[in-house]
């Protein structure tokens, strides 16, 4: 069994900064990519990627304000939101394909969810 936890998100003012971040545990060997993405109602995006050697990849709508990184020791990542605007609100979901120890398989996990408001 494997568990993605999320924390960090809240209400913040226009020009503001939240960092989000996800801790995986369980039956883990080792986690290849890892990811945030997020949903405003009617659609799901996504809103950074990185690999387990770091390699990052973002959305156009956010390069440049959000930075992702991970801890391969804690198995975290995070995902540091500066310049925040009022279409950045929405939930934000953790993403990670895991390589479990029992059975040796890659399976795709979620997070549960995490509210980000950006409102004066």
């Known amino acids: 069994q494997v568990q993605l936890v999320e924390s960090g998100g809240g209400l913040v003012q226009p020009g503001g900064s939240l960092r989000l971040s996800c801790a995986a545990s369980?039956?883990?060997?080792?986690?290849?990519?890892m990811g945030w993405y997020r949903q405003a109602p009617g659609k799901r995006e996504l809103v950074a990627t990185i690999?387990?050697?770091?390699?990052?990849n973002y959305a156009d709508s956010v390069r440049g304000r959000f930075t992702i990184s991970r801890d391969n020791a804690k198995n975290t990542v995070y995902l540091q939101m500066n310049s925040l605007k009022p279409e950045d609100t929405a939930v934000y979901y953790c993403?990670?394909?895991?390589?479990?120890?029992?059975?040796?398989?890659?399976?795709?996990?979620w997070g549960q969810g995490t509210q980000v408001t950006v409102s004066s």
């Open positions: 690999t387990s050697s770091s390699t990052t």
């Open positions: 993403n990670a394909d895991i390589k479990l120890l029992h059975p040796p398989s890659i399976v795709n996990y």
């Open positions: 369980g039956n883990i060997f080792s986690i290849n990519v």
